[in-house]
């Protein structure tokens, strides 16, 4: 197996990897925020790398606008006790796209009973840099797509973006 990026002295890295180091040690801030956010700990500031038209996605949810997304993240802290980052990893799959690999213990006010999800995040970035999609998924599985109706679409869509709307204006 070969050794992680990091660990690695810097004259063995390939020019690949020494692209890739760049790129991450770039989006730093970006990542820290990310962290910062799946750790119940939203604020404002996070949101700064959103672009106005942003758009977050997962297995519950579609969010639109940066307004909602936040909303999304402010609302995590309220159904959860805590979140605590186990690991994560960090790829540059292209010039615009960084995938986050997160393994993140969830604690909710409710059960009581901690949660450990795998989240494969993925960040499409604009020209500025700025998140324009943010895609999560859990443990591997793809976002749901349900059955489609004819003038409807997508059933699971509808009602993951029903969902994203209602904590837009919940929260």
Same mark, same amino acid.
């Not at 840099?129 to 859990?138: L, N, P, Q, S």
């Given at each position: 197996?070969?050794?992680? =990026?990091?660990?690695?002295?810097? #004259?063995?890295?390939?020019?690949?990897?020494?692209? +890739?180091? %760049?790129? %991450? !040690?770039?989006?730093?801030?970006?990542?820290?925020?990310?962290?910062?956010?799946? +750790? &119940? /700990?939203?604020?404002?500031?996070?949101?700064?790398?959103?672009?106005?038209?942003?758009?977050?996605?997962? $297995?519950?949810?579609? &969010?639109?606008?940066?307004?909602? !997304?936040?909303?999304?993240? &402010?609302? @995590?802290?309220?159904?959860?006790?805590?979140?605590? %980052?186990? #690991?994560?990893?960090?790829?540059?799959?292209?010039?615009?796209? @960084?995938? @986050? #690999?997160?393994?993140?213990?969830?604690?909710?006010?409710?059960?009581?009973? /901690?949660?450990?999800? /795998?989240?494969?995040?993925?960040?499409?970035?604009? #020209?500025?840099?700025?998140?324009?999609?943010?895609?999560? %998924?859990?443990?591997?599985?793809?976002?749901?797509?349900? $059955?489609?109706?004819?003038?409807?679409?997508?059933?699971?869509?509808? =009602?993951?973006?029903?969902?994203?709307?209602?904590?837009?204006?919940?929260?």
């Amino acid at each position: 197996m070969e050794a992680p =990026l990091m660990e690695k002295p810097v #004259n063995e890295i390939s020019a690949e990897q020494q692209q +890739q180091l %760049t790129a %991450t !040690v770039a989006l730093e801030p970006l990542i820290r925020h990310i962290l910062s956010m799946y +750790q &119940c /700990d939203p604020s404002a500031e996070h949101f700064v790398y959103y672009d106005e038209k942003a758009v977050f996605e997962d $297995p519950l949810s579609i &969010c639109e606008g940066r307004d909602e !997304v936040h909303s999304a993240f &402010c609302s @995590l802290p309220k159904l959860f006790s805590k979140s605590e %980052t186990l #690991n994560y990893s960090v790829k540059m799959e292209s010039s615009d796209l @960084l995938v @986050l #690999n997160l393994k993140q213990k969830w604690t909710p006010k409710v059960l009581h009973k /901690d949660i450990v999800i /795998d989240h494969i995040i993925r960040l499409q970035l604009n #020209n500025q840099g700025r998140v324009v999609r943010h895609e999560d %998924t859990w443990n591997g599985k793809p976002l749901p797509t349900g $059955p489609k109706l004819p003038g409807i679409g997508s059933v699971s869509a509808r =009602l993951r973006r029903f969902m994203g709307y209602v904590t837009g204006i919940m929260f």
